[in-house]
């Protein structure tokens, strides 16, 4: 090494070290993003008046929506994340030939369950950006999830069962475990994200005209996306 490459790199040596400390600089940023979501039941338990869950009930997945304020702390590669997302879910049960005695003739009278809620849930998300660069990147997170539902403003809908008072006493704390894949385009960003429930979604669903109270079990799965902006 001659003396010319020495002076060339303790030259260069501050501008390295500068680059360093800036790329482990605390960041504090903030955000909004919007989103869709989809719920799936894990493994449901129902019973009321012979209708069960099983291979023939028909879950219908109908959209749901969500918009989410959230502030985000990076170091390096390495960011926490916490979201403020209010929305609305929606799912629908069909009923079809559950019945034990289920008859061959198709009934148009079908029972079904259609449920919307209002609800916010607030993840706390731990990621790391993969792909890093000044244009675009891609990160996973994961963390765990809180939705916080707001019983009295439910939307339930019995129809055609016997009873004609049905109400499912929902669970107004749900908790979740959130995986998920985002990609960056400089400030732009979409998310792809899974939510395993880890807890009940509901106690029972009751008559309160007769008095009696039928099993109801599940555990909610959620199949979200979302696109946001970085400010």
Known sequence: MNIRTLICMLMLLPSLIQAQENGNKTRFSAGLKVGFQAITYNDPEF??????????????????????PFIRVSKGRFYIQGDAAFGITRHSFDFTDTRESAIDELDPNIPTYELKTFCLQVPILFGYEFVKQDRYGMSVFTGPR???????????NFKHFSYD?????????????????????????????????????????EAPKIGKRFRAYRKDNILSFSVGMIF
Do not use: C, P
């Open 165 to 205: 008072d049905l109400e499912e006493a929902l669970k107004k704390k749900v908790y979740y475990w959130e995986v998920g894949l985002g990609v960056r385009i400089y400030n732009v960003f979409f998310d792809f994200v899974y939510d395993m429930g880890l807890t009940k979604a509901s106690r029972h669903i």
């Open 47 to 68: 019973g009321i008046e012979g209708y069960e869950f099983n291979e023939n009930t028909i879950q219908s997945n109908k959209i749901g929506y969500t918009i989410a």
């Open 146 to 156: 809180t939705k916080f539902t707001f019983t009295a403003h439910s939307d339930q």
